[in-house]
């Protein structure tokens, strides 16, 4: 089983990947989760409750595991810069956030639980000549969050849980740069990567009676430290020296959230359920890159995020012995201002559609598939502090943004 | 309970069909440019080398993409066909060797490489018939390279004209009946700066005078009748302060401030004075004088500024052999000269004339400029053109050098060599961005004329034009920061 286990966890470093989601959040963390437009915080279905509130494990008997990934492909364009209207589409990419879930029952009342996701991510790429190549050519950020719980159950209606974040990452910053009055570009390239950040979980479930439950769940925020190097590669071998290059550090905050949901059977075969989910996005208030070298310069970008929510409401009805299947929608606030939405991270308001099945392969064995639909509303900028014409001076980088998403997801459960 | 469920589905399954397929780009394109009376259908820029976008001291097409006339047809959405020629041009570009700009300490080289003619047979004239090398004589007069004003007055053809008129195929005529044939709507016309710079770059030594102002007159007011005939909308352009450039302003106040004058012991830099016939003990000019432009030293003076104080006849063995004349005939040109003495820093060995632009040739050259201006903008005037005052924007970017530069869509400028954004290497010919400051001017002036609202060009995205060379060219110890080489073939 152990052997199974590392089997598994390895395949997920290699899997995962990242993604999208309002800011730079993944709320993806499971099939019949997103089936469900992701109202899942009181709705306590299959394992991946351990991720949506860590209390509701408690509702897990015996032993049970969950393996699931997400495939996401998100689709952007660009029109601009204003007054133009040329259009330049992101390059399309398939980003693969993953979870696994492992439930055990220790004793009546305490459960023990591991939880391994990718809770924060981001990804775009841009084509390579593109009017934008000075604010962004690539970005990607990864976040892989090891999740080991417990949760008690102190009554039979009420149960509590905590957990511990221990989180790893990386990033990848990709654009050109400049040299006015100097003919030529060059292609900066920044990495890093983070190790041992560390942050928690809580949740409560409360069952008001047999039909209704209500879930509250938090997530702290997690301080990840990136270290890397910075490269140039292109530029005037004569600017050698003044290019950026050298070791480099930067520090991310991801924002703590909270969800409040709510499930009620409205028949015994069905259930619907509510969330609303609270994210701090504030914690983001710029991006720093600092240079060891005090020669260099130091880059920083102001962010200035604002806290943001997302509404949820789910359905999920057991058709029979066999077969459940489930519906969602949800409306996602996203937490940029006008201003600071750029190329790095094209984000808008979103409403999102989904629809998905579990089925029964054997008695304990079971499978979920989701599809969900992401349409971003149409974002027009007219008022950006984000320059597109690099160190030649500032030009506003305004245009008009439109996204879509697609997502596809498959877990599979397992009851020992 | 089902129903619930059943609404669900549809409802996703109807909102998967309406958001998934609606387009939301329903953004209107800007409309194209308004250009008010003026109809831009057939525009034809003449000029020199300015007009022509040669940079850094040759002809060559990712420069010429810059040239103001070609940014203006942009702007307006018209077709500009250009004698375009492929990189590295038409041989002898300057490129930066190599650049410490934190100490301002930068080596130039030449790239000893040419490309080719891209755009030769194209079956009509150019619209951009800026020519490298042309003086107003020129522009009606000058139909190949044995005919130009340079071959005619100096005994040196310009191959440029044979270049961009190509005669031998279309047999047309000068720059003005290249202009005709085309019937233009809009005409710009920026010429003269040849007809001073030609005797300021040469330290006075040749041609030994600017364009004399009454002939000026005469030929630029011939050539304002002959455009006024053609029913265009004609812009012209006066005339910088030549002396202004980095090609003038750039080794003297370097010197002024690093020989250490006065620790040395030294009274000042001698100097060979415009045509005379024998050293002159009282042709001194101390820093204060270097520093302000008194006297000016041109770029190619750098190359001989790290033999000062040594006894040396190196300029005259140059001179003698690139003339081909024995070393005693160049010698004896100035009587008292003696080479043994520290060069420069005595007044038998003093700084050669070539080299040196003395308070009495500046006077001459911005007397000259002055009066071709005063010709220009009245002959133009008169004659309902419309009148770029590129003096008047040049002098107002100078006298900002020293209070912050002057900034165009945010990016900062002032005059000094090479950082300050507006030269290119040879310290005479605009940058990209500079041709986008004056393509502006040009807009601004046929905007207030003719009733158009055509957008100016955003300085800032225009790409930077400073060429790094990827060659040395040159050893590490004769110290030519700037190759003497490198400027010799230089056509304005």
């Not at chain 1, 995962?16 to 437009?37: K, L």
Request: contains cysteine; neutral net charge; aromatic residues 12%.
């Amino acid at each position: 089983m152990k052997q199974k286990l590392n089997t598994a966890l390895c395949a997920f470093l290699l899997l995962c990947s990242t993604a999208f989601g309002s800011g730079f959040q993944i709320n993806e963390h499971g099939a019949r989760a997103m089936a469900m437009g992701g109202a899942f915080t009181a709705a306590a279905l299959d394992p991946s409750i351990l991720y949506f509130n860590n209390a509701g494990i408690t509702q897990m008997s015996s032993f049970k595991l969950m393996l699931g990934t997400t495939l996401i492909a998100p689709s952007s364009t660009f029109r601009g810069v204003s007054p133009a209207i040329k259009e330049t589409k992101m390059e399309s990419q398939l980003f693969t956030p993953s979870h696994f879930y492992a439930t055990y029952q220790i004793t009546d009342d305490l459960f023990a639980g591991l939880g391994f996701n990718n809770p924060f991510g981001l990804g775009t790429k841009w084509p390579a000549a593109w009017d934008g190549r000075f604010v962004s050519l690539e970005i990607e950020v990864r976040t892989f969050n090891l999740n080991p719980v417990i949760a008690y159950k102190v009554s039979n209606n009420f149960s509590v849980g905590v957990g511990l974040q221990y989180a790893f990452g990386d990033v990848l910053i990709n654009r050109d740069i400049n040299f006015p009055p100097f003919a030529g570009t060059a292609n900066v390239n920044l990495k890093g990567d983070a190790t041992s950040a560390m942050g928690f979980t809580a949740g409560l479930m409360y069952k008001m009676d047999c039909d209704l439950n209500i879930g509250v769940s938090y997530r702290s925020e997690v301080k990840y430290d990136f270290s890397g190097t910075a490269s140039t590669t292109g530029g005037p071998s004569q600017l050698a020296g003044r290019l950026p290059a050298g070791d480099i550090s930067a520090s991310l905050t991801t924002p703590q959230q909270l969800v409040i949901g709510a499930s009620y059977k409205v028949c015994p075969k069905t259930l619907v359920s509510a969330d609303f989910q609270w994210v701090g996005w504030t914690s983001y208030d710029s991006l720093k890159v600092n240079f060891t070298d005090p020669a260099q310069t130091d880059l920083a970008s102001p962010r200035m995020y604002e806290n943001s929510y997302i509404i949820r409401l789910g359905a999920n009805h057991q058709y029979n012995d066999l077969l459940d299947i489930s519906a969602g929608i949800l409306y996602d606030r996203n937490p940029v201002k006008d201003q600071f939405v750029d190329a790095t991270l094209p984000d808008a308001d979103r409403l999102g559609f989904s629809l998905g099945a579990g089925y029964k392969l054997m008695d304990n064995l079971s499978v979920d598939a989701a599809y969900m639909f992401l349409r971003f509303y149409e974002r027009t900028i007219n008022n950006s502090m984000v320059s597109y014409s690099g160190n030649a001076g500032f030009n506003a980088f305004n245009g008009t943004y439109n996204s879509t998403a697609s997502l596809f997801s498959l877990s599979l459960s397992y009851n020992l | 309970m089902k129903k619930i469920i059943n609404v669900l589905f549809s409802l996703s399954l109807l909102a998967f069909v309406f958001v998934g397929c609606e387009s939301r780009t329903d953004l209107t394109a800007p409309p194209a440019a308004n250009t008010g009376s003026a109809d831009f259908a057939r525009f034809v820029t003449i000029g020199n080398s300015i007009t022509a976008g040669y940079q850094s001291g040759a002809l060559y097409a990712s420069a010429q993409n810059y040239a103001y006339g070609n940014l203006i047809a942009k702007q307006v959405g018209t077709t500009f066909a250009m004698p375009l020629y492929s990189d590295p041009g038409t041989g002898g570009r300057m490129e930066i060797k190599s650049a410490n700009l934190a100490t301002g300490d930068i080596v130039i080289t030449y790239n000893a490489n040419a490309g080719a003619a891209l755009n030769l047979n194209y079956a009509a004239p150019y619209n951009n018939l800026g020519i490298p090398g042309a003086l107003l004589y020129d522009v009606v007069n000058a139909t190949s390279s044995a005919d130009c004003g340079s071959a005619i007055f100096a005994g040196k053809p310009n191959p440029m004209f044979d270049l961009i008129l190509r005669n031998s195929a279309l047999h047309i005529g000068s720059q003005f009946a290249q202009t005709k044939i085309q019937h233009p709507s809009v005409v710009t016309l920026w010429i003269g700066n040849n007809d001073v710079l030609g005797f300021a770059t040469s330290g006075g030594a040749s041609p030994t005078a600017p364009t004399n102002a009454v002939q000026f007159d005469a030929l630029y007011r011939f050539l304002a009748d002959s455009l006024k005939s053609l029913n265009a909308k004609v812009v012209v352009a006066n005339l910088p302060d030549v002396t202004a450039i980095p090609f003038f302003n750039t080794v003297g106040p370097t010197l002024a401030l690093k020989a250490g004058w006065t620790k040395n012991g030294l009274l000042g830099l001698f100097i060979q004075k415009h045509g005379a016939a024998a050293v002159d003990p009282t042709a001194v000019v101390d820093s204060i004088g270097l520093l302000t432009g008194k006297v000016d030293l041109t770029l190619p003076a750098s190359s001989y500024t790290p033999y000062l104080g040594q006894p040396t006849g190196k300029w005259y063995r140059d001179v003698a052999a690139s003339r081909g004349l024995p070393l005693a005939a160049v010698l004896a040109s100035i009587a008292g000269l003696d080479t043994t003495k520290p060069f420069g820093f005595h007044p038998q060995n003093p700084f050669p004339d070539a080299l040196t632009l003395d308070a009495d040739e500046i006077a001459t050259a911005k007397t000259a400029t002055s009066n071709f201006n005063k010709s220009i903008d009245s002959i133009a005037t008169n004659r309902g053109f419309g009148v770029v005052n590129i003096n008047t924007m040049f002098n107002g970017i100078r006298s900002r050098d020293f209070a912050g530069g002057s900034y165009y869509n945010g990016m900062k400028f002032t005059t000094s060599y090479i950082t300050g954004g507006l030269f290119t290497l040879d310290g005479v010919h605009p940058s990209n961005q500079a041709h986008a400051i004056i393509a502006n001017e040009f807009i601004k002036v046929i905007n207030a004329k003719w009733g158009a609202s055509i957008p100016s060009v955003n300085v800032a995205q225009i790409p930077g034009s400073i060429i790094f060379g990827k060659r040395i060219n040159f050893d590490q110890y004769g110290i030519p920061r700037y190759p003497y080489e490198a400027l010799s073939h230089l056509l304005f």
